[in-house]
């Protein structure tokens, strides 16, 4: 994108936003006319209506099980119109779960064009505070394997979705987000030897990179604590023009070989930079000069990775990237020079239909940890009717056959950008335990205790109760489970139950952090008969209800009362070895 055509896409989305109500009228229609023939939305009654009222009227709010039995359809090979008009030939993996297993949404060529249109505003934003010429990006991001369903769809990540297609190499190209890194690096079958490799590429690159991304703030930070590793290994390839034999792929080994080539100066160069730093305080600026900034999601369970992240960035301004899920894009961070932890998403009204769900917290239980918690629900709202200063779940319509689809969002309005609200992630509305690219919601934590207490039956022993924490004092964090019991079990039984919790949280992001070791293994902490019984007596101190107590599956950090009460009576504590030691 030249600097012309970044103002040209300012100006478009000025445009779109100052008229966003009508917009999102002819979003709908849009989307409701190529969707006509859908069966999912004929069963509604719908009858080829397109305006909003009738659209509101005959299809309900919806989560992903509602709509799991259509999928399951597509997954399976049916190809008639079942929730879009076109046939779905492709599948995200969510890496959020239900019941235990990933998530499969519905991915298509409009989700494509959406990503590019999120991608391009907020380049233009960006780019106007921070111009970037001709260069690449030094990226981490890695595909994750496709795999065929029964019905022949191919089903992956949705980022992987996204960089196996042409199109959308060609709009990054427009962006000035090209890799550094060839495809065979991206897709490598080992994610160590593709972190090394995107380190090399970065590192023979250096002067044209102009920035540094990554999907997840954690995936940064896990990069430069690797570089601190394997710095002088990465010095000696580029010394020598020869790739470590720790990188064993063939496909990587092929495609890096043909880029690196012998060049003492840069390694010399690289090497005396490495060693005039101080703990590593601003290697990034220090060994790519050029680059502007340091991009990437840095909002939610991603805000603990920022102090790390800024040790390593030194002056260079940290990016939060664009807001959205697997289910579709939100909204652009316009306010590129805002720091992370104050950014705002403003919502593209030509990607999607958007409602809102007003959300208020029931009197008496504002202290509550707010990821879990229960809230008052009104009616929901258009995209322009939201008021600032309150907090909804976001419902979102889009091209590739979600309807109403609640995304368990919790966002708070900020502000108005002409017509079209600002607005800031608070929570996941269920989420429990997350470390960096994990999510395990109350259900997954329910279903891994459910799977672990099957080994305590043969004791006759029961789970009086359970809850959990994400114990970050270490590094790398890890899931700690607190169990009370009916009665005492042996050492080997508790051990089995610490593996066999470990293992039953399938949420790939959780299982590739463990098998990587960014996510350390999991604690059971067996608690005295009685603690929960505490708990809720503290409860009832602060003026609850027996009636309204429930125990917290998750205890917040900031909850420190029942943090202490939960310490001090623990008895016993057993590590996981599921993962290897």
């Known amino acids: 994108m030249t600097i012309c055509s970044c103002e040209e896409t300012i100006n478009e989305f000025e445009m779109l936003t100052r008229d966003a109500g009508r917009v999102q009228q002819d979003t709908l229609k849009k989307i409701l006319e190529i969707n006509a023939n859908a069966e999912y939305l004929q069963n509604y009654g719908l009858g080829g209506r397109t305006d909003a009222e009738s659209f509101k009227s005959c299809i309900p709010l919806c989560v992903h099980n509602d709509i799991e039995p259509y999928i399951q359809r597509i997954v399976d090979g049916d190809s008639s119109p079942v929730v879009t008009g076109e046939p779905i030939t492709n599948l995200s993996l969510s890496s959020g779960t239900t019941h235990g297993k990933p998530k499969f949404i519905p991915f298509n060529d409009e989700l494509l064009e959406t990503t590019l249109q999120i991608f391009r505003t907020s380049y233009a934003f960006r780019n106007r505070e921070y111009p970037i010429g001709q260069g690449k990006a030094l990226q981490f991001v890695y595909g994750s394997k496709q795999v065929k369903t029964k019905g022949g769809i191919l089903a992956t990540t949705a980022t992987t979705n996204l960089y196996r297609r042409q199109r959308y190499k060609e709009g990054m190209k427009d962006i000035q987000s090209q890799c550094c890194s060839p495809d065979e690096v991206i897709f490598g079958p080992d994610f160590h030897q593709s972190l090394y490799c995107h380190l090399l590429c970065g590192l023979i690159y250096s002067e044209e990179v102009h920035s540094v991304f990554s999907t997840f703030a954690h995936s940064l930070v896990h990069a430069f604590q690797t570089f601190e590793e394997v710095w002088k290994d990465l010095c000696a390839d580029i010394r020598d023009g020869v790739l470590s034999e720790k990188v064993t792929a063939p496909s990587i080994r092929e495609a890096v070989s043909k880029i690196l080539k012998p060049n003492p100066v840069l390694a010399d160069s690289i090497y005396k930079k490495c060693i005039g730093l101080s703990n590593w305080y601003g290697v990034i600026p220090a060994l790519w000069p050029n680059a502007k900034y340091v991009y990437g999601i840095m909002t939610g369970s991603m805000e603990p990775y920022l102090k790390k992240l800024r040790h390593y960035a030194g002056h260079l301004p940290l990016i939060s990237a664009d807001y959205g899920a697997s289910e579709g894009w939100v909204g652009s961070n316009i306010n590129p020079t805002v720091p992370p932890e104050q950014v705002t998403y403003a919502v593209l009204p030509q990607t999607g239909y958007f409602e809102f769900i007003p ?223």
């Open 359 to 581: 959300l208020e917290k029931p009197k008496g239980e504002e202290t509550e940890n707010s990821a879990s918690i229960h809230y008052i629900e009104s009616d929901p709202v258009g995209l322009t009717e939201v008021e600032v200063g309150k907090i909804y779940e976001v419902v979102i319509t889009n091209f590739a056959g979600l309807y109403r689809y609640r995304l368990g969002d919790v966002v708070k309005i900020v502000r108005f950008h002409n017509s079209t609200p600002e607005l800031q992630f608070i929570c996941r509305r269920s989420l429990v335990l997350s470390i960096n690219i994990d999510k395990n919601t109350e259900k997954d934590l329910q279903l891994a205790v459910e799977e672990a207490s099957k080994l305590l039956e043969g004791e006759k022993l029961e789970i009086v109760d359970f809850t959990s924490y994400v114990e970050r004092s270490s590094d790398p964090g890890r899931y700690v489970i607190f169990w009370e019991l009916s009665a005492d079990a042996s050492d080997e039984v508790l051990s089995s139950c610490a593996n066999a919790l470990d293992l039953a949280f399938v949420d790939a992001g959780y299982t590739g952090s463990r098998k990587i070791k960014t996510i350390g293994p999991l604690e059971l902490r067996i608690l005295r008969k009685g603690t929960f019984e505490e708990i809720l007596d503290h409860f009832l101190s602060l003026g609850g209800a027996v009636s309204q107590f429930k125990t917290p599956r998750f205890v917040n950090p900031s909850n420190s009362k029942v943090l202490q009460i939960l310490s001090r009576n623990v008895t016993q504590s057993y590590f996981s070895t599921a993962y290897g030691l």
